[in-house]
């Protein structure tokens, strides 16, 4: 299977190199003038690891689509939206399933692209089996320890950063009361930790939050188990900004948000980017939606230690927003035909 996955992008972007995969050539690098709108050649230039894109397993059959996320000009990164979750990795109490993930592993190596793993330890897209388990908390502790250190062990060596913990906050900045929570307390973050550490040392393990891009109560909720952590000596490497915003409604803060986790000595990443708006979509929503794109690269263009972008997924066919958000869409820089929208301008002025 993975050698079928690598041969089919590699062949994709190969036909589309020729020009002969219709949809894929509004983005194949065809002159140098077309290869200077690279997002990852010109992000990699300004001295980011990367600029990168989400994708999903189900969407590696479209080989137009796989053609130009396979592109390493392009996109230097990946990330799986949901197949290295613990529901897709877990699904029972000690039986591991990796295929999914390791599709994706394969295609980002096979195009020469850093991988970001998604994630070990999230309220969201966990069986039943361990929010519904009724464990102990010494139970507990070892499911988090075996889940974290086998997924993280799994793929060593081969993931650049993990989200290790996805989303511990409520917008109000108090804890989520989820099963790890309610169960151990804060502690269960640096119970994640340590265990990812031990699995794979040389990934960058990362806690990863949204509404965290402006200042307030969840943002100073991060910031203070951000030091409780490096208190107790606890492993943590960087903080993911997901950074899914509304047409019109980027933080003007962002810059100095991100700041604010630099100066504590670890690095950013702006980590599921999309920006969604009320469909339809108008030339006036896409010209904002330009201007957005381009203040939050600029952003992270602008914080020393924010080390990449990677958008929730490049293009508008695949975006998990209009089964989310009813009557809302056309969140990403290519639209649904695999065409760059305006967006995608921006997206290249902030980078040159
Ligand atoms: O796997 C089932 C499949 O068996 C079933 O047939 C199908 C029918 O609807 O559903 C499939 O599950 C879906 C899953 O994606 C896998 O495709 C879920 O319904 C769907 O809700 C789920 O959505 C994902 C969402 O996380 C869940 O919270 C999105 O694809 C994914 O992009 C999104 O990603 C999250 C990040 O992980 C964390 N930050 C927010 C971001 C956006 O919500």
């Known amino acids: 299977m993975m050698t079928i996955l690598g041969f089919t992008a590699f062949a994709a972007l190969f036909l589309a190199q020729q020009g002969l995969l219709g949809a894929a050539s509004p983005t194949a690098p065809t002159s140098d003038a077309a290869a200077a709108s690279e997002l990852n050649t010109l992000a990699t230039a300004l001295g980011w690891k990367y600029f990168g894109s989400a994708t999903d397993n189900p969407e590696l059959t479209d080989t137009a689509y796989v053609a130009i996320l396979s592109d390493n000009g392009m996109f230097g990164q990946i990330t799986p939206g949901n197949s290295m979750k613990w529901d897709a990795t877990e699904p029972e109490r000690g039986t591991f399933t990796f295929s999914g993930g390791d599709a994706i592993a394969s295609l980002a190596?096979?195009?020469?692209?850093?991988?970001?793993?998604?994630?070990?330890?999230?309220?969201?897209?966990?069986?039943?089996?361990?929010?519904?388990?009724?464990?102990?908390?010494?139970?507990?502790?070892?499911?988090?320890?075996?889940h974290c250190s086998t997924v993280v062990g799994h793929y060593k060596g081969q993931i650049y950063s993990w989200d290790v913990v996805n989303e511990p906050f409520n917008d109000d900045g108090t804890w989520r009361t989820d099963v790890f929570f309610n169960t151990l307390g804060e502690d269960y973050v640096g119970i994640a930790l340590e265990a990812a550490s031990g699995a794979d040392?040389?990934?960058?393990?990362?806690?990863?939050?949204?509404?965290?891009?402006?200042?307030g109560?969840?943002?100073?909720?991060?910031?203070?188990?951000?030091?409780?952590?490096q208190s107790a000596g606890t492993p943590l490497d960087g903080i993911g900004f997901q950074c899914h915003f509304i047409v019109g409604e980027v933080p003007t803060d962002l810059q100095a948000s991100l700041e604010k986790f630099t100066a504590l000595g670890l690095e950013v990443a702006i980590t599921e980017l999309d920006i969604r708006m009320t469909l339809p979509s108008t030339d006036a929503l896409l010209a904002q939606q330009k201007t957005d794109y381009e203040s939050v690269i600029a952003a992270c263009r602008a914080v020393s230690g924010c080390v990449g972008t990677t958008i929730w997924d490049y293009t508008d066919k695949y975006s998990w927003v209009p089964s989310t958000f009813s009557g809302q869409g056309a969140a990403c820089p290519w639209d649904e035909n695999l065409v760059t929208k305006p967006a995608f301008d921006g997206i290249v002025s902030a980078l040159s």
């Open 109 to 146: 190596e096979g195009n020469g692209q850093l991988l970001r793993g998604h994630n070990c330890v999230w309220y969201n897209q966990l069986p039943s089996w361990v929010s519904s388990g009724g464990f102990d908390a010494a139970t507990l502790t070892s499911i988090i320890q075996t």
């Open 201 to 215: 040392p040389a990934a960058k393990l990362y806690i990863n939050e949204y509404n965290i891009e402006s200042a």
């Open 217 to 229: 109560a969840k943002q100073t909720a991060l910031l203070n188990l951000v030091q409780s952590l």
